[in-house]
């Protein structure tokens, strides 16, 4: 069940609340034990939902779930969002890692609902008229004693937007679409760093798997002051957000050492993204087996093969691979492991791999499928791969008397010359070279 609150003191909550009234059946009830001011008076119920107003500025509610008749799973408080970002549709979860300036209390937090965020912004994307930009915000205001997952939705950023009917109604028919959607995912991370409007941790809702829960932006851990002297107030960030993820924007290096000292793992974005649709428990098994994502870890396409084994890549035969072609050797690594060890960025395949099966030979066939781009031969027998080719042999040339230069430069490419009458031809000046390879 889900409880919406609307504040008459804010002029958008109430438009929105109109929109959500209109666009959906709503058995009216009376609410007699409490007043109008505080919820109570008309009630608004549906299969899912269930709506009350309020007189207060909704940042200024303590619990506004006492309120509410029904056990509910989330809050949901339709507000309008002010700023001088233009027309935007928002969503973010309450709380002050500083002085309460506007409501709750100082260094604490509401209980976010980090996956409930995830899908009322894809919600409000679907539903933003024209014009409008979707995102979503840092922590920051009261309420900060909701008993249950609540967030902020809101329209902005100014008055015309707050009267803006369409944009009312986008805002509104968002908050519908959410309906039986769970709070909580096990993927959700704590944002430290960055602008108010958190463009990273937006990236991330958005392209990966994972879930934000509260966000400290700049002005935030300021406000907050030195983080080893506000140890409670870090741990009740990651409490509310329930994660012991922090993904941190920017340098932040006294920030990290406090975190890192608190138990909390900090990742990169690179981190979040390589892990996405990866199960956090394999994630664990193979950074222990060969090596952290930050070191270079990436995924293959058996990532979720029940077993494994680890192994040295061949890094002889993988490394020429690479040369004669390096995405179609990688492509290979990928589509033939568990997961495998990287250097420079991700882009080379290097050292140990985990793999299921007969895999690695299928890794090893594929690299020297490669090879047969460059090489005449190509062959694999006890434990070696042997490559030969006939290449241009410059001392050769220059005994058949052949001079350096455009002449040399025909040969190599596989065209005849004439010198002094006499037709040289490629064969005439080329050497086997033979490479072996440890497989």
């Known amino acids: 069940m889900i409880g919406i609150v609307v504040s008459r003191a804010d002029s958008a909550s109430v438009h929105i609340g109109e929109h959500l009234l209109s666009l959906a059946d709503w058995d ?26 309020f007189d207060d500025l909704h940042i200024y509610l303590d619990d506004p779930v006492e309120a509410f008749s029904a056990d509910l799973d989330l809050l949901v408080v339709v507000s309008r969002h002010s ?21 709750g209390e100082s260094g604490q937090f509401a209980r976010a609902c980090p996956n409930a965020q995830r899908a009322v912004v894809a919600a409000l994307r679907n539903h933003a008229p024209a014009g409008y930009d979707v995102g979503i915000e840092a922590t920051h205001h009261g309420p900060t004693e909701p008993t249950v997952p609540s967030m902020f939705v809101e329209l902005g950023s ?47 809702l958005e392209d990966t798997d994972w879930c934000i829960g509260h966000i400290a932006a700049d002005w935030q851990l300021k406000a907050m002051g030195d983080p080893d002297a506000n140890r409670g107030v870090i741990r009740r960030a990651f409490d509310a957000s329930a994660s012991d993820i922090a ?3 920017g340098d932040r290096d006294e920030l990290a050492a406090v975190l890192d000292d608190e138990g909390y ?61 390096l995405d179609a050797a990688l492509d290979a690594v990928t589509a033939t492991t568990v997961a495998f060890h990287t250097t420079e960025g991700g882009t080379r395949a290097l050292g140990r791999a985990a793999v299921t099966g007969d895999n690695y030979d299928q890794l090893v066939e594929r690299l ?64 086997e070279r033979v490479i072996e390879f440890t497989v």
Do not use: M
Not at 28 to 53: H, I, K, N, P
Not at 302 to 325: H, K, M, N, R
């Open 28 to 53: 009216v009830q009376t609410d007699d034990e409490r007043s109008d001011a505080d919820g109570g008076g008309t009630v608004y119920r549906r299969d899912g939902f269930e709506l009350r107003e």
């Open 83 to 103: 700023g001088e970002t233009g027309p935007l549709l928002t969503a973010h979860f309450t709380g002050n890692f500083g002085p309460a300036e506007y409501g």
């Open 368 to 431: 020297c499928e490669i090879l047969r781009r460059k090489y005449d031969t190509v062959v694999r027998e006890d434990g070696h791969v042997t490559a030969s080719v006939s290449a241009f042999d410059p001392a050769a040339a220059r005994d058949r008397g052949v001079p350096e230069g455009p002449a040399f430069g025909k040969l190599s490419s596989g065209q005849p010359v004439d010198v002094d009458g006499t037709t040289i031809t490629p064969a005439d000046v080329s050497r």
């Open 247 to 249: 993904l941190v924007d």
């Open 265 to 325: 793992r900090v990742v990169s974005e690179t981190w979040v993204r390589e892990t996405a649709g990866v199960p956090l428990e394999r994630v664990r098994e193979l950074e222990s087996d060969i090596t952290r994502i930050e070191d270079g870890l990436r995924f293959g396409a058996d990532v979720d093969a029940e077993s494994y084994e680890t192994v040295s890549l061949p890094d002889g035969l993988l490394g020429e691979a690479q040369g004669i072609d």
């Open 158 to 204: 100014g008055e015309n937007e707050w009267d803006d009917p369409d944009g009312a109604r986008a805002v509104a028919a968002a908050v519908l679409d959410i309906e039986g959607v769970e709070p909580d995912t096990h993927r959700q991370l704590v944002g430290f760093g960055g602008g108010h409007y958190a463009p990273r941790f937006l990236r991330v």
